[in-house]
């Protein structure tokens, strides 16, 4: 509990956050509730311009060892930065936010053939 507002939850007197840019606006109100949320509510909502997403799913990106971080590995070397990345395990899938002028040239980059084993 944040101690600037920890005597007000304590109390059960609800706090309503306004916006100084738009004063008539309704805010937020912030109580001591314990309400469970509910599991389709939006838990956050992120817009950046000029951004591609590079998505890549497949079995192979469970049955090649470590060929995610090859990847990103060579999207790395080849002067691409990486904004975001999102690995899903269950859907075997990676998502990976990158600037829009490096968009064609990441189709390009793959990673490396997997190391010959040594027996």
Do not use: W
């Not at 007000?8 to 314990?34: L, Y």
């Not at 049955?63 to 990847?71: E, F, Y």
Request: net charge positive; glycine share 6%; aromatic share 2%.
């Amino acid at each position: 509990m944040t101690s600037t507002m920890a005597p007000a939850m304590k109390a059960n007197i609800p706090i309503r956050i306004k916006s100084t840019f738009k004063p008539d606006d309704a805010g937020t109100v912030v109580t001591n509730s314990t309400r469970k949320p509910s599991p389709y509510a939006i838990r956050g909502v992120t817009a950046l311009q000029n951004v591609a997403l590079l998505h890549i799913r497949g079995r192979a990106l469970k049955a090649v060892s470590d060929l995610a971080g090859r990847l990103l590995t060579c999207l790395a070397k080849s002067g691409i930065q990486m904004l975001m990345v999102s690995q899903a395990s269950v859907v075997h899938s990676i998502s990976i936010a990158i600037r829009e002028t490096d968009g064609q040239r990441a189709t390009k980059v793959g990673p490396p053939p997997p190391p010959t084993p040594r027996c």
